[in-house]
């Protein structure tokens, strides 16, 4: 099992582009979860999904859009990129809900500027 | 608003000795707490949950305490080693929704 990939590793984008962070997990996982991480500071939830066709906001959810046409992949829509979205982006996945440990890809290091 | 406090200060304890991590929160009424450890340019993985009716839990050499009285979880590793150097992030959840609130981690340092 691959476990979470994300792909790409890094991206530099110019403000105002846009671009997708990918994401796809192999467990059947029914949840996914979108985080970013700035420096030295905990991870924010973007967005997450119960299951195929589910989202829902997390608390960070402002800049960004996702949808989830399958159990494996959710990909993460950044428009019109701003300088603030400049951070590590984490996705991660789990069986169920909060009381389930939660698998993490590797991370996209976005840089806007 | 909820809280959840790490202290951000890095832990630098001796190899060897037991080092213990503290999870804060407050306007919080957590049914589930986890911790995770990330390593440098990579993703937390998960090491231990707790849950709100469970006093204490061990794996191999850690342990996690849960004392919904004074909001705080403490997290020891026993027996110390180098390798264990790493971000700890502790986590919380209720039964109310789907998300985990991460805190802001602390960083452990182990020196030989």
Redesign the interface.
């Known amino acids: 099992n691959a476990g979470v990939t994300q792909t790409p590793k890094f991206r530099i984008l110019k403000i105002g582009q846009s671009m997708t962070l990918q994401c796809t997990q192999d467990m059947n996982h029914n949840y996914m979860y979108w985080y970013r991480q700035d420096p030295g500071m905990g991870l924010k939830l973007i967005y997450y999904s119960v299951g195929a066709g589910i989202t829902d906001k997390g608390e960070v959810p402002n800049g960004y859009n996702v949808s989830r046409s399958t159990t494996e992949d959710f990909p993460l829509r950044l428009e019109l990129a701003a300088p603030s979205q400049t951070s590590v982006y984490f996705c991660a996945s789990s069986y169920r809900g909060q009381n389930y440990e939660q698998y993490f890809g590797p991370g996209t290091r976005l840089t806007v500027t | 608003s909820q809280k959840?406090e790490?202290n951000?200060e890095a832990l630098n304890i001796q190899e060897g000795k037991t080092a213990t991590l503290t999870c804060n929160y407050t306007n919080y009424s957590p049914?589930?707490l986890?911790w995770y450890r990330q390593d440098p340019?990579?993703?937390?993985?998960?090491l231990l949950?707790i849950?709100e009716n469970e006093k204490e839990k061990r794996k191999e050499r850690l342990k996690v305490t849960f004392d919904t009285t004074l909001k705080q979880s403490l997290f020891h590793i026993t027996a110390s080693q180098p390798a264990d150097s790493a971000t700890y992030?502790c986590?919380l959840?209720?039964?109310a929704?789907?998300?985990?609130?991460?805190?802001?981690?602390t960083r452990l340092m182990v020196k030989p």
């Open positions: 959840i790490q951000s049914a589930y986890q340019g990579r993703g937390p993985v998960f949950l849950r992030l986590a959840s209720n039964n929704g789907n998300m985990l609130t991460f805190g802001g981690g």
